[in-house]
T-cell receptor
Framework: DAGVIQSPRHEVTEMGQEVTLRCKPI?????LFWYRQTMMRGLELLIY????????DSGMPEDRFSAKMPNASFSTLKIQPSEPRDSAVYFC?????????????FGPGTRLLVL | GQSLEQPSEVTAVEGAIVQINCTYQ??????LSWYQQHDGGAPTFLSY????GLEETGRFSSFLSRSDSYGYLLIQELQMKDSASYFC???????????FGTGTRLQVTL
């Protein structure tokens, strides 16, 4: 299996621009998570989906952030307009929801720098 | 809500044993997980405890005491490649979401 795929791996943009991050989860997984990681705030859950439905978006910082999952094999996280404080590593992770142990598999991340 | 506490840094010598502690406060609990993250890399799963006791996977072991809201990760026969950040995470019993601790940076020295 190719694992969780994220694109782009690196993104440098200017303040005010729209940024779209993409994620392809592991085939067969039914949960998908978007995280943001910074030195100051650590690893934060932004939003997660179960069976393509957003379940908890309480971690989304503000209305500038939006996420979609149109089908089981694709999700996007959009920032519009972007700000310098959005600079971080954004990880997508997927898992197979079960009643017991549930391992999340992380993608390689997108390193975003907003100038 | 959920909160987890871990030491920010730990240093240990190659070949030794190191223990990284994690205490948590949760409104619901459905297991404690441990993830490893190397600099510039993504978190990867190491271990999970759903019940009290010790789980062993090679050089890595994890322990949980639900009555004490406490767990630890034990790494034996430390190797230089074990230098990384280690995160504990708790799962909310009602959902799939994990809340991660702030991470412990492990430095293995010669």
């Amino acid at each position: 299996d190719a694992g969780v795929i994220q694109s782009p791996r690196h993104e440098v943009t200017e303040m005010g621009q729209e940024v779209t991050l993409r994620c392809k989860p592991i085939s067969g997984h039914n949960s998908l998570f978007w995280y943001r990681q910074t030195m100051m705030r650590g690893l934060e859950l932004l939003i997660y989906f179960n069976n393509n439905v957003p379940i908890d978006d309480s971690g989304m910082p503000e209305d500038r952030f939006s996420a979609k999952m149109p089908n089981a094999s694709f999700s996007t996280l959009k920032i519009q307009p972007s700000e310098p404080r959005d600079s971080a590593v954004y990880f997508c992770a997927s898992s197979l929801r079960t009643s017991g142990k549930e391992t999340q598999y992380f993608g390689p991340g997108t390193r975003l720098l907003v100038l | 809500g959920q909160s987890l506490e871990q030491p920010s840094e730990v240093t240990a010598v190659e070949g030794a044993i190191v223990q990284i502690n994690c205490t948590y406060q949760t409104s619901g609990f459905y297991g404690l997980s441990w993830y490893q993250q190397h600099d510039g890399g993504a978190p990867t799963f190491l271990s999970y405890n759903g019940l009290d006791g010790l789980e062993e996977t090679g050089r890595f072991s994890s322990f949980l005491s639900r009555s004490d809201s406490y767990g630890y990760l034990l790494i034996q026969e430390l190797q230089m490649k074990d230098s990384a950040s280690y995160f504990c995470a708790v799962r909310d019993g009602t959902a799939s979401k994990l809340t991660f601790g702030t991470g412990t940076r492990l430095q293995v020295t010669l």
